[in-house]
């Protein structure tokens, strides 16, 4: 008799290491927004942390929909 196992892959590990940055450097840019006192470098603290929530939510929908899994059938 013949078990066939169906194997479900992680999303490698660049792909945490990618989603974990972008979250840790969305805290870091909002603090430092928070706490300067120049108004451009608020700007840019803004469009930074902007940036790197919305680059947390890509990676949130693309790890739950299993974009970032490793496909072995693939060259990489």
Same mark, same amino acid.
């Given at each position: 008799?013949?078990? #066939? *196992? =169906? +194997? $479900?892959?992680?999303?490698?590990?660049?792909? =945490?290491?990618?989603? *974990?940055?972008?979250?840790? *450097? %969305?805290?870091?840019?909002?603090? %430092?927004?928070?706490?300067?006192?120049? !108004?451009?470098? +608020?700007?840019?603290?803004? =469009?930074?942390? @902007? *940036?790197? #929530? $919305?680059?947390?939510l #890509?990676?949130t =929908? @693309?790890?739950?929909?299993? +974009?970032?899994? !490793?496909? !072995?059938? $693939?060259?990489?």
């Amino acid at each position: 008799m013949t078990t #066939v *196992a =169906i +194997r $479900r892959d992680e999303p490698g590990f660049d792909a =945490i290491v990618l989603y *974990a940055f972008c979250g840790i *450097a %969305a805290l870091l840019s909002l603090f %430092a927004t928070a706490f300067t006192q120049d !108004p451009l470098f +608020r700007l840019q603290g803004w =469009i930074f942390t @902007g *940036a790197f #929530v $919305r680059a947390s939510l #890509v990676m949130t =929908i @693309g790890l739950g929909q299993e +974009r970032f899994r !490793p496909k !072995p059938d $693939r060259y990489e």
